[in-house]
Each structure stands twice: as structure tokens, then as C-alpha cells.
């Protein structure tokens, strides 16, 4: 049977997905460009956040689970996330060989792996994401969520301030922490995700404090506290203009877009090596135009890649993205 999806959260995600790309490449070409530096720092303080608090308000029946659901929702969990990074690790070890100059992360011993350090970076999300779940699905209760969300909080707000040594080039301590709060939230606002963010005049408050705590954080006040209470004003405001667009071309765009989210978020990565080998060298001088050109083609290419092969081939999406 397949599952219902729920519109506006699909929006969200198509928003956080192209955030998620358009930061992925400006990593190798704002070195001197000060504004852009700035931008990807403040996309950097929400997007994962919003991924994450996303995930916890479609993973309430973690929480409804009795003891004999408990092993096949662990088990679908395992499929959907451990899978793809799995295979993902696998392929990329050579990738990483062949071209270590153009890839985000150095090679760390493979070990790594089993503690969230993927050669492909960019799926630490899948492991903490599995984490959590893990600890939902076995610790946690709806009695006990609010002081899980107070714990998590918390965590999400000293995160910054832990040392960015203490982790793997593909996996800090730091940036994981960072969403813990997020997802518990998430799942504390599943049974009323229809309506909690439907507050206009809340919207706007929430927009104010993104705005403020952004510019804070980015002018390096000093006041790193701020960055995740800026994250949750803008996942509040995302969401609640997800939920208020009308039907039309951007719903269909961000929603489709939101659909694929996993997969763009997968695929992209080996993309914008290929673009950085043959787009870098042209483009370097222009870096607002490769931004744009790059992400276009990478998510482009992405969707393109799973539409028309990857979804035909049932053993491919398995092992590539989990089902």
C-alpha cells in the first residue's frame, strides 16, 4: 500500500532540498567572496534543522509503537536509511581514491563508518537520523517527550559552542547535536502538525527572531547561542508558508521536488564532483553563476537519473536508496 504524503510538508522539504544543494556548492568557490561566505552560513543554521524537525512529525507512530511493531518498524528504518549508507560508503571509497582533490572530505580510516563517518559526507543525516529513531522507537514515550524536547533543546543550543575537532571530517559532534532538539520537537507537534503552523501573526514573530538571530550569528557577536532559536524561527516560517501555498506551479514544483528530497539529497553529491571537475575551472571567477548552474544541474540531473533509471530497476532504488 502506498503511503499518503502530506503536501506541505513535501513543499518544505522541496525548499530545504535546494538550500541543502546551493550550500553543498558553494563550499568550493566563496573562499574571498564575504558575502557569500555569509549566506552559506545562515543557510547553514536552519537547513538540516528543518529536515530534521520535518522527519519527527511523520514519525509519531515510532512512538505509538507496542512491543511486537517495535522490530518491523526497526527493521523499515534500517532499510530506508542504513542501506543507502551502506552502499553509498562502498561506492564512494574509490571515488574519494581517484579524486581526492575534488572532493568536500578527506579519507578517514573506513572504520569511521560504523560511528556516522561516511565517505559520503553528506550522509551523516541518514545515520542520525537512524539514531534517533532508534532511541524513539526503544526510550521514548509521549509522556515523556516534552522533558526528551527540553533535553534536546538544550543540546541544540550549546551545540555550537563544542569544539569542531571533536568528531570526523564527514561527521561532527557538533552539527549532529545541533538537530537532536529539532527532531524531538518534531515529533512532540505530530499530532498537531495540521494547525500549529497556520498562526500568521506568529509567523511573523518567528520571521523577526530568524532575522535577528541570523544577523547576530553571521556578524559574529558572539552570540552563537542564538543560532538554533534563529533555526527553529525558520522552520516555523517555512512551514508556515508550505501550508499556504495554493495549488499551482510552485506547490507542484516544491512539492515534486519535496517528493524526490531523498534521492537529490543522495545523488547530488557525485553530481557537483563531476560539475567542480568540469565547470570549476570556467566558472571560478563567477562563483554566483556556478552556484546557480551547478545546482540547477545537479538537481536536474538527479531527478532525471531516478525518473527515467533508478525507480525502473527495483534492485538499483533498493540497494541505492533503501526502497
Known sequence: MKKSRIEWIDIAKGFGILLV???????????????????????????????FLLAGLVCGKLLKAGRGERKSLLIGRAKRLLVPYATWAVIYIPIKLLMEDQVRFEQAPIWTVLLGNNPAGQLWFLYVLFLLSVITLFFV??????????????????????????????????????????????????EVRETCFRDG??????????????????????????????AAGACYVICFCA?????????????????????????????????????????AQLPWIYVLVVTVVSVTSSVLATELVIKKIKPLRFILFGG
Open 243 to 283: 501550508g499556504r501555498l495554493k495549488t499551482g506551479k510552485l506547490t507542484r514544483f516544491f512539492g515534486g521536488l519535496g517528493r524526490r528530497s531523498m534521492e537529490i539529497y543522495i545523488l547530488h553529491a557525485p553530481i557537483l564532483v563531476v560539475c567542480r571537475i568540469l565547470l570549476k575551472p570556467f566558472l
Open 201 to 230: 501573526l506568529l509567523a511573523v514573530l518567528f520571521g523577526i527572531v530568524w532575522a535577528s538571530c541570523t544577523l547576530a550569528v553571521v556578524l559574529d557577536l558572539g552570540m552563537w547561542y542564538l543560532e538554533a532559536i534563529g
Open 141 to 190: 514515550k509521549r509522556r515523556s517527550l516534552p522533558v526528551w524536547c527540553v533535553i534536546g533543546g538544550i543540546a541544540s543550543i550549546l551545540a555550537p559552542a563544542i569544539p569542531v575537532e571533536l568528531g570526523f571530517p564527514g561527521i561532527g559532534l557538533s552539527f549532529s547535536t545541533y538537530q537532536v532538539g529539532f527532531f524531538f520537537m518534531g515529533l512532540l507537534l505530530t
Open 21 to 51: 544543494v546551493a550550500g553543498h556548492t558553494m563550499s568550493p568557490v566563496m573562499t574571498g567572496y564575504p558575502v557569500m561566505e555569509k549566506i552559506c552560513q545562515a543557510i547553514y543554521m536552519f537547513h538540516m534543522p528543518l529536515f
